[in-house]
């Protein structure tokens, strides 16, 4: 299976700040078909899971443009700048892939 | 507005059944994968299984392989989640999502609680 292992686990940020969290996939994410299947969720205290970034580096629907994701191959990173309150809560990476499809151990982010 | 709802969740013994539903609306539902995923009370997110369009493909890990089994019925715009032979860490919130190559919208979670 696919090992996704996010760094830092936990984060302190400032409001307005900027900060980035790293993720890394023990294989190659690149699919047969060319396309990375690298996402980014954030799930907020007592929430769903919501989609931000897919495809390593698309915003997904209603996203601001205060998160920004890149990466390549087996090194990602998912960056927020501006940080505001509803930013917090813990971030997941994920992997489409290889079956079985997995997600990152979370980092949660934290208010300074 | 894409909206999906679960239900069925509750208290079920080890080594019972459960049969959890999802009910989804805002999107034509037969033109997308749809998927399940899991998270244990305090733990991380778990894809459990994924089901192609018109429900001839289905997709799982191997710690839910053989015991879960995922269908749909696209005529009532509705996904399910067999869960058989169920143990103690299959505990935690089920989450109905939408599913091209990854969740795209979620539903607010199901808890199934396996305890004697």
């Known amino acids: 299976d696919v090992v996704m292992t996010q760094t830092p686990v936990s984060l302190s940020v400032s409001l307005g700040g900027q900060t980035s969290i790293s993720c890394r996939s023990s294989q190659s994410l690149v699919h047969s078909d060319g396309n990375t299947y690298l996402y980014w969720y954030l799930q907020k205290p007592g929430q769903s899971p919501q989609l931000l970034i897919y495809?390593?580096?698309n915003r997904f629907s209603g996203v601001p443009d205060r998160f920004s994701g890149s990466g390549s191959g087996t090194d990602f990173t998912l960056k927020i700048s501006r940080v505001e309150p509803e930013d917090l809560g813990v971030y997941y990476c994920?992997?489409?892939?290889?079956?079985?499809?997995?997600f990152g151990a979370g980092t949660k982010l934290e208010l300074k | 507005e894409v909206q999906l709802v679960e239900s069925g969740g509750g208290l079920v013994q080890p080594g019972r059944s459960l049969k959890l539903s999802c009910a989804a609306s805002g999107f034509t539902f037969s033109n997308y994968y749809m998927a399940w995923v899991r998270q244990a009370p305090k733990k991380g997110l778990e894809w459990v299984a994924t089901?192609?369009?018109?429900?001839?493909?289905?997709y799982y890990p191997d710690s839910v392989k053989g015991r879960f089994t995922i269908s749909r019925d696209n005529a009532k715009s509705s996904l399910y989640l067999q869960m058989n032979s169920l143990k103690s860490e299959d505990t935690a919130t089920y989450y109905c999502?939408?599913?091209?190559?990854?969740?795209?919208?979620w539903g607010q979670g199901v808890m199934v609680t396996v305890s004697s």
């Open positions: 994920y992997q489409g892939t290889h079956y079985p499809y997995t």
């Open positions: 999502a939408r599913h091209e190559r990854a969740p795209d919208y």
């Open positions: 089901i192609s369009t018109s429900g001839s493909r289905t």
């Open positions: 495809k390593v580096s």
